[in-house]
């Protein structure tokens, strides 16, 4: 099985949603927000995230879609707005999973600029700044990785290992890391 090791353990990940919540709390405006998550990768960071921040929000989605079944992103970002929420006029917080060659990310940030908010604030769970293909970066970003395709807590190869616990490196031909039962 491709599953490497382990990069991001469960605990490291609570904690550090913990320390991006007080973060927050102070660079986001005060009152209501409104939540944009980027399906379906980040829903898992963002619940826990939105939680933590114990303040009112609704919730929107947008759909992403520049990942076929492999591990390389062709640039081209389709976007679905249909879920979005009304943005005009609010304080939007988006949130996805990750940040790799910037192309979801811009897409997205511009979608949402295009609809008037208040303010609008990025955040990603991780960060992989060696991957950039085009000048941006998240207002907030939970780690920052080496350029390794990863898996777990609501990343996904082929919507495979969406639930794992952890963060681990998927390698399809490294070494069998996986537990074997018994
Ligand atoms: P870009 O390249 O547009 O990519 O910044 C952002 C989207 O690509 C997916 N992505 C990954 N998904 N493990 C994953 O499971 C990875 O290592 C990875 N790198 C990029 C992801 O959906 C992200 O929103």
């Known amino acids: 099985m491709p599953l490497g090791e382990t990069l991001i ?4 990940i609570r904690a550090r949603i913990r320390e991006l919540a007080r973060e927050l709390q102070a660079a986001l405006p005060p009152g209501p927000l ?16 939105v939680r933590s921040l114990g ?7 947008i759909s992403a879609a520049s990942y ?9 970002v389709r976007l679905g707005l ?17 940040l790799d060659t910037g192309h979801t990310l811009l897409a997205a940030r511009e979608a949402l600029r295009g609809l008037r908010p208040a303010s609008l604030r990025t955040c990603v769970l991780l960060d ?9 970066e998240a207002d907030h970003a939970g780690f920052t990785i080496e ?16 639930t794992l616990p952890d963060i681990r490196a998927y390698r399809p031909d490294g070494p069998d890391t996986e537990e074997k039962p018994g």
């Open 9 to 12: 353990s469960e605990s490291e």
């Open 34 to 49: 409104h939540c944009v998550v980027v399906l379906k990768s980040a829903i898992f960071f963002a619940v826990d995230l």
């Open 55 to 61: 303040r009112e929000a609704t919730l929107g989605f």
């Open 68 to 76: 076929g079944e492999g591990t390389e992103s062709g640039g081209q």
């Open 82 to 98: 249909e879920a979005a929420g009304r943005v005009e006029g609010r304080h939007v917080f988006l949130i996805d999973d990750i």
């Open 128 to 136: 992989k700044p060696s991957r950039r293909r085009v000048k941006i």
């Open 147 to 162: 350029d390794v395709f990863v898996v777990g807590y609501g990343l996904d190869c082929a919507e495979a290992y969406r």
